[in-house]
Nanobody, 130 residues
Framework: QVQLVESGGGYVQTRNSLKLSCGAS????????VAWFRRGSGKEREFVAA????????FYADSVKGRFTISRDNAKTTVFLEMNSLKPEDSAVYYC???????????????????????WGQGTQVTVSA
């Protein structure tokens, strides 16, 4: 059974930082593309960042580019999201997602789509006060 468990959310003031973690189990983590999505209050879930299974390529939503960094530790089967210069509009529930790479080359075109990812965590709340 695959499990993704997020942690590290919390309440911070604007311009501060947080680092989210997502521990994975039950899958070959080193073969999985991973991503972070978020859902703000009253909003649809949106893509935040993605990282290929090789760790060689990262992708970010324009709204977080330059402020957020996604990374992974395959030995610890954990993916991270370091968030700097946080803004109130970053407040959301953050979800970790993963999917085993299919070696088709298509991931580069669908990395920001919900349906790309088979496995999801339960989410962790991030609240940024003004």
């Amino acid at each position: 059974q695959v499990q993704l468990v997020e942690s590290g959310g919390g309440y911070v003031q604007t311009r501060n930082s947080l680092k989210l973690s997502c521990g994975a189990s039950g899958l070959i983590f080193s073969s999985a593309n991973v991503a972070w999505f978020r859902r703000g209050s009253g909003k649809e879930r949106e893509f935040v960042a993605a990282l290929t299974y090789t760790g060689g390529s990262t992708f970010y939503a324009d709204s977080v580019k330059g402020r957020f960094t996604i990374s992974r530790d395959n030995a610890k089967t954990t993916v991270f999201l370091e968030m700097n210069s946080l803004k109130p509009e970053d407040s959301a529930v953050y979800y970790c997602a993963a999917d085993i790479d299919k070696h088709s080359g298509i991931y580069y075109y669908v990395r920001d789509k919900d349906e790309t990812y088979t496995y999801w965590g339960q989410g962790t709340q991030v609240t940024v006060s003004a």
